[in-house]
Every structure is written in structure tokens, then in C-alpha cells.
């Protein structure tokens, strides 16, 4: 049997709101064996960047990252957020160990080479390093990841944290039973976007393409669901959508490779 | 036998060169056996501090930190550096991981209580996590520790770099035969400081003493030494202060504790 592992994305809100991190992280700590939390921090981006007097450029949902960019989310990725995270998480006795993906080579990407848009320094996955990750784990420490990624070649690269997510799901999924939580401020995923009583509580591809085609899903969602989708296809053993509180109660999106649903 | 760990302290001039720093970081991977890092940034994050609009105020050499100075250093140290230097040394085959203290808990540090001069978050080392820094030189990683570290609070804190140097090889020398290196801008310690062929071979406490009181020794090597004597006398095996050639060609000033001076 192997061992679980519960694999975190916490969205930028969360981030952003002192109390709602410190319970997310203090749920997160509680939770029993190994662990990993992925984050990003594209607002607080976008505010140093606006501050620092660099525009901020986003194509379909994605950043544009261009050199100034580049260098300033990696000092918020990996340096406010990322240690702001960790040291939270050490002083409730959690023994977080913040990495980006050039740290142990955990993420090896290559830059996404200019098609209609150029993303510029964007990196997409090529190789998770998932040994020196579970070396981490099995030494007792929790990996805190950041979205910034590397080339092997010296270059930085950004890299959406939902798709680091999903990767490391997929390639940690032969080692241990992933759990893997997309956590943000929503309580899941809405079939109707103004509406909290809509929330969906488990999601099949099938249903997932009915929804899309009514257009009850927002467009930020997308992403977010094709990913998590991604991991559950590729060994991930569940994937829920939702906020600190429904993950908690058990009400969080599941998402469920049949339309076999179980009963909640 | 202990086996050996050679621990760089590497100077701000070198991460502001990049074809020096390049060179500096293709010598510390060449090394052999454990090897780990420490590095500052302060350059770079008065530069930063300057662009955003916020005073650089130093006393007695050290960095005055208010909280927005300890989210500048933060971000420069922990994310610009830190992952500029991973990066690179990824590039050339040695598989560095960065930390900041908070991580894996290696540094805790306890903020400073304002005496004449009120540091702000500045903090003083209260232990270091060498059991976590050996797991992780085991496991094959090369640690590269920046200068932050933590209360244990959930605080993070400015460190300066030499004394983390130092302290890190105290608390290694039990587990290790460290070899500590300064290695900065300047071939070694001189005995006038604008005269190159004053360069000090071998330096003893007396001799120090006696350099110290005649004034040849600049103000900002004196805390420097301070640090490396002390590693010295704590247990660390051999320290060197000079620059990457002197050090690689071992013209550099090696401190030692009695003024037995061995022939070079």
C-alpha cells in the first residue's frame, strides 16, 4: 500500500487574506502523512510591478512575462510568498521546506517558444523531479513550492502554479496515493457562477463537457479543471475543487473519472 | 574520518559580476565532497529599496530593517539571488538547493532587542538545524543558504551572511571537517590596504591583535575576521579569507590559531 500524499494548490485570495492563510495553513499542517502545497502570487505581482512602474500583461488568463517581469515574480514567488508561507507553517510545527523548481531540479521546463502570443520567459513542464521530491518527503520535510521553474541551462522560468500542481500529482502518483485539493475562495465548482446553491458536487468529464457547452463554467475554471482532470487520468487518486472550509466538510467539487457517483 | 564540507561565504561584489560570479560558482561546484553556500544581496537591495522609495539606513555596517526594508531584503535575497545562484549552479551539474533559515527550520533566530540602535528585524542566530543541513548534504543536495532566517514565530528575520558562515560551520565542525572560505573581491586580508604585495599569508588572534591596534585592518573586514576566528576557534578545521584565484591557488590568508605558521 503506499503511502498518501496530500498535494495542496492554494489560489492567490488566499494569499492575499492574513486570516483565511493562517486557518488554510493550519488545516493543511493538521492533515495526516506526507504533504506538498504549491502557490503562486500573481496579485501581489501585478501590485510590485505596477509600484516598480512595469506593465502588467496577461494573454488568455496567462502572464506575460517578459525580463523585468521575470525578476519580479521571482522575488515574490519565491522570496515574500514563499517564506511568508514557510515560516507560517514552521511556527505550527509544520517542517515546510520552500523550493522552487530550479531547487533540487525539481522542475525542469523549457521556454514556451512564440506562437500567436509570445509569453516570453514562460515555461512549460518538461521533467518533475520526483526522487529528489520524495526525498524530501520520506526526510520528513513538507516541500512549499512556488511557480517559478527552470530550464537546466541557467534561465528562470514562470510557470502557472495549477499546471505545477497537476504535474507533480502525475508524477508522484507511482510513489504514493495523491490527494490532490485545488483550494481557493470558492466552495467549489458552481453550475451556475452567481449562484452558492449551484455548487457541483461531483464532476465527470462528461458532465464537465455538458457544463462547459451551457457555458456554466467560468472561463478561468477551465484551466484549472482541465488540469486537475489531467492528474486524475494520469494515477492521481482524487482531485477536489473548493475552498478551506468544503474541502474540510466533505462538500468540496470531487471530480470522478465515470459518472458512477458515489453517494456523499 | 569525518568527511570533508567545504562551506563558501560568497561577497555581494561577486553576485553583482556575472561573468566573476559565473567563474566563482563553476570553482565552488568543482569542489569535491559535501559542499555548501551562503550569500547575501545587500547591493542589489539598496538598489531595490531605492527604486520603491524606501531609505536605506545602515549603522555600524549592518542594515537597518523596518518591515518594508525586511520585505526588499526578503524578496532580493531569498528570491532574486537565491534562485540566480541555484539556477546557475543547476546549469553546471551541482544540485543546489536554496534556503532561507525558516526552511527545513535551519537557522532560528531571535529578533534583536533594540539597544543604542534599534536594528529592527534583525535577527540573532539561536540555533542551527544542522541535523536537517546534514540530512540534506546526504541526500546529495548542496545547500545555498541567503540571509534570512526565522524566529520561529512566523517571523522572518535579516541575518548578516558572514555570521551566518560562521555559525554554520560551528555547528557542522561536529559532523564535518569544515573548510570555511570568505571569498570576496580581494586576494586576502592586507596589511595596507591600497598595496596588493601587503597581501597576509597566515593570520594568528596575536597577530590580528597587533594589525588591528596599528590600524592596517579595514573597519568592514573586522567583523568579518571576528566571524572567522571564531569558526575557528569553534571547531571548524581550516578558514581561509580571499578572493576565487587566491583561494584556488592558495594565496589566500589562512587563519589559524596559534602563530606556528606552517610554510606555504
Given at each position: 500500500?503506499?503511502?498518501?500524499?496530500?498535494?495542496?494548490?492554494?489560489?492567490?485570495?488566499?494569499?492575499?487574506?492574513?486570516?483565511?492563510?493562517?486557518?488554510?495553513?493550519?488545516f493543511?499542517?493538521?492533515?495526516?502523512?506526507?504533504?506538498?502545497?504549491?502557490?503562486?502570487?500573481g496579485?501581489?505581482?501585478?501590485?510590485?510591478?505596477?509600484?516598480?512602474?512595469?506593465?502588467?500583461?496577461?494573454?488568455?488568463?496567462?502572464?506575460?512575462?517578459?525580463?523585468?517581469?521575470?525578476?519580479?515574480?521571482?522575488?515574490?514567488?519565491?522570496?515574500?510568498?514563499?517564506?511568508?508561507?514557510v515560516?507560517?507553517?514552521?511556527?505550527?510545527?509544520?517542517?515546510?521546506?520552500?523550493?522552487?523548481?530550479?531547487?533540487?531540479?525539481?522542475?525542469?521546463?523549457?521556454?514556451?517558444?512564440?506562437?500567436?502570443?509570445?509569453?516570453?520567459?514562460?515555461?512549460?513542464?518538461?521533467?518533475?523531479?520526483a526522487?529528489?521530491?520524495?526525498?524530501?518527503?520520506?526526510?520528513?520535510?513538507t516541500?512549499?513550492?512556488?511557480?517559478?521553474?527552470?530550464?537546466?541551462?541557467?534561465?528562470?522560468?514562470?510557470?502557472?502554479?495549477?499546471?505545477?500542481a497537476?504535474?507533480?500529482?502525475?508524477?508522484?502518483?507511482?510513489?504514493?496515493?495523491?490527494?490532490?485539493?485545488?483550494?481557493?475562495?470558492m466552495?467549489?465548482?458552481?453550475?451556475?457562477?452567481?449562484?452558492?446553491?449551484?455548487l457541483?458536487?461531483?464532476?465527470?468529464?462528461?458532465?464537465?463537457?455538458?457544463?462547459?457547452?451551457?457555458?456554466?463554467?467560468?472561463?478561468?475554471?477551465?484551466?484549472?479543471?482541465?488540469?486537475?482532470?489531467?492528474?486524475?487520468?494520469?494515477?492521481?487518486?482524487?482531485?477536489?475543487?473548493?475552498?478551506?472550509?468544503?474541502?474540510?466538510?466533505?462538500?468540496?467539487?470531487?471530480?470522478?473519472?465515470?459518472?458512477?457517483?458515489?453517494?456523499?
Amino acid at each position: 500500500m503506499k503511502e498518501e500524499l496530500h498535494l495542496f494548490k492554494i489560489g492567490g485570495a488566499i494569499l492575499e487574506d492574513a486570516a483565511e492563510l493562517e486557518n488554510t495553513l493550519a488545516f493543511f499542517s493538521n492533515l495526516p502523512g506526507r504533504k506538498l502545497l504549491v502557490h503562486g502570487g500573481g496579485r501581489r505581482a501585478s501590485r510590485l510591478s505596477k509600484t516598480l512602474g512595469i506593465e502588467t500583461r496577461m494573454a488568455e488568463g496567462r502572464r506575460i512575462t517578459d525580463a523585468a517581469t521575470l525578476e519580479v515574480v521571482t522575488m515574490v514567488y519565491a522570496g515574500l510568498e514563499n517564506k511568508k508561507v514557510v515560516s507560517l507553517l514552521q511556527a505550527g510545527g509544520c517542517n515546510a521546506l520552500g523550493l522552487s523548481g530550479a531547487d533540487g531540479n525539481v522542475i525542469l521546463a523549457e521556454k514556451r517558444q512564440p506562437g500567436k502570443i509570445d509569453y516570453g520567459f514562460a515555461g512549460d513542464i518538461r521533467k518533475v523531479g520526483a526522487k529528489s521530491l520524495s526525498s524530501l518527503l520520506e526526510s520528513g520535510f513538507t516541500p512549499i513550492l512556488c511557480a517559478i521553474t527552470h530550464d537546466g541551462q541557467g534561465q528562470l522560468l514562470n510557470t502557472n502554479a495549477d499546471t505545477i500542481a497537476a504535474e507533480l500529482a502525475i508524477a508522484l502518483a507511482p510513489f504514493y496515493q495523491v490527494h490532490l485539493y485545488y483550494c481557493f475562495e470558492m466552495p467549489g465548482v458552481m453550475a451556475r457562477i452567481d449562484n452558492p446553491d449551484s455548487l457541483i458536487a461531483f464532476l465527470d468529464p462528461e458532465s464537465y463537457s455538458i457544463h462547459k457547452e451551457l457555458g456554466n463554467i467560468s472561463e478561468g475554471m477551465i484551466p484549472k479543471l482541465d488540469n486537475a482532470f489531467r492528474a486524475l487520468e494520469a494515477g492521481a487518486a482524487t482531485v477536489q475543487v473548493g475552498s478551506r472550509k468544503s474541502i474540510a466538510n466533505g462538500t468540496a467539487t470531487q471530480l470522478l473519472l465515470t459518472s458512477d457517483f458515489p453517494k456523499k
